[in-house]
């Protein structure tokens, strides 16, 4: 009777036993599911980390870019005053030469700064 019954305990004690571990199988199916889930997050969050330090890096040389239209074309505004009053009878065909110059330059800033401000847009609302 002793036998039969440490029979029946270890029957019972293998059943639990299985039991047990198909839960533990199903568990870490469930922990490989999430873990991959959270790699693939931290792939697309670094992604999108790297696309925006990319975004501010080509902001900053357009910005820098833009300082050093805004820095030429105040050049030429200032040579073109001088020019001007040196020479009132040229004047007219010059500045109008000058004044095409400083609207194609003033067209490539306005360019240059819908960039930046477009750029600057597209960061922030990646951020958010």
């Known amino acids: 009777e002793l036998v039969q019954q440490l029979s029946t305990q270890l029957k019972e004690t293998r059943t639990a036993s299985f039991k047990l571990e198909s839960q533990v199988a ?3 199916s469930q922990l490989s599911l ?3 889930r959270l790699l693939a997050h931290q792939s697309s969050s670094l992604r999108r980390d790297q696309e925006a330090a990319n975004l501010k890096d080509e ?3 357009l910005e820098k870019q833009l300082a050093l239209l805004q820095t030429e074309l105040d050049r030429e ?5 001088s020019l ?9 065909s010059l500045s ?3 004044q095409s110059d400083l609207q194609n330059l003033q067209a490539k800033i306005d ?3 819908n960039r930046v401000q477009q750029q600057s847009f ?3 609302t990646r951020q958010l």
């Open 26 to 28: 199903e568990l870490t």
């Open 34 to 36: 999430q873990e991959n």
């Open 111 to 113: 360019e240059l700064s």
């Open 77 to 81: 505004r200032q040579r073109s005053q």
């Open 84 to 92: 001007a009053q040196e020479n009132q009878s040229s004047e007219r």
């Open 96 to 98: 109008e030469i000058q």
């Open 122 to 124: 597209q960061i922030n």
């Open 59 to 61: 902001i900053s040389q």
